[in-house]
C-alpha cells in the first residue's frame, strides 16, 4: 500500500501537534543588480520570512534542521553555496545556524547535475518534435528521481519533534511523508512581489507590442 502523502498547509496555531514539523519557505531569487524597487521588496520578504519564524521557535522551540535547494553540501561548504546562490537566502540560514541548527547537504549532486542538463535542453529551442518528446520524458524522470531523494532525505535526518527549514522554489512537487508535518511560511510581502513582478511583466510585454 502506498504511503500517504504530507501535505502543506497554511500556518495555523491551532494545528500545532507533537511530532516533527518543516517549514517550506518559497524561495525567492534576485537579479545580481536589482533596481531599487525590486531589491528592497526582496529584502522585506527575507525579513519577514526571519521574523515569522521566529515567532514560531517562540512557540514550539528551535529549528534544528536547514535543507537549501541547489545545495549539495552542508556545514560551511554549504554557506558558502548559499552565499553564492542567494543573498537573502543566506542571510536568514546564517541567523539559523548561529542559533546552532544544522545546514544539511541536501542535493544529490549528479540528480542535481542530471536534472538542470535536462532543463537546459529543453529550453534549447529544438526543431525536432520527436526529439523534444524524448528530451521531455528524460526531463520529468531525472526530476521524478531528484524530487524522491530529497523527500528522503528529509525523512531520513529530520528526527522525532526536531523542526526543520526547507527553503525552496514552489511548484517544486516533492511529496513528503504523512509523518512529517509541512507548514507554507508565506508573509504579506511574497504577495506583494509576486503582484509587483507580473505588473512588471505585463508592461515590458505591452511595450514590445507597440514596438
Known amino acids: 500500500m502506498s504511503e500517504e502523502l504530507g501535505r502543506i498547509e497554511r500556518l495555523s496555531v491551532d494545528s500545532y501537534k507533537s511530532g516533527r514539523k518543516l517549514l517550506f519557505v518559497p524561495l525567492v531569487f534576485a537579479p545580481r543588480e536589482p533596481q531599487p524597487d525590486l531589491a528592497e ?7 519577514q520570512v526571519q521574523a515569522q519564524i521566529a515567532n514560531l521557535e517562540a512557540r514550539l522551540g528551535s529549528v534544528t534542521k536547514i535543507y537549501h535547494e541547489l545545495v ?3 556545514g560551511e561548504d554549504g554557506t558558502r553555496v548559499i552565499e553564492e546562490l542567494n543573498e537573502g537566502s543566506h542571510k536568514v540560514t546564517k541567523a539559523w545556524l ?3 541548527a544544522e545546514l544539511q547537504p541536501f542535493e544529490d549532486s549528479e540528480l542535481l547535475a542530471e536534472f538542470m542538463d535536462w532543463s537546459k535542453c529543453l529550453s534549447a529551442g529544438l526543431q525536432s518534435q520527436a526529439v523534444a518528446t524524448r528530451i521531455y520524458e528524460f526531463y520529468v524522470e531525472a526530476h521524478k528521481k531528484r524530487n524522491e531523494h530529497l523527500a528522503k532525505h528529509i525523512d531520513e535526518t529530520l528526527k522525532d519533534d526536531e523542526i526543520g527549514v526547507l527553503l525552496m522554489r514552489e511548484g517544486h512537487q ?10 507554507y511560511v508565506a508573509p504579506p510581502s511574497l504577495d506583494e512581489l ?9 508592461e515590458a510585454q505591452g511595450a514590445r507590442k507597440e514596438s
Open 98 to 100: 548561529e542559533k546552532g
Open 41 to 47: 521588496r526582496i529584502n522585506r520578504y527575507w525579513e
Open 194 to 202: 509576486k503582484r509587483w513582478l507580473r505588473e512588471r511583466e505585463a
Open 174 to 183: 516533492v511529496q513528503f511523508p504523512s509523518t512529517i508535518q509541512v507548514f
Open 72 to 74: 549539495p553540501v552542508g
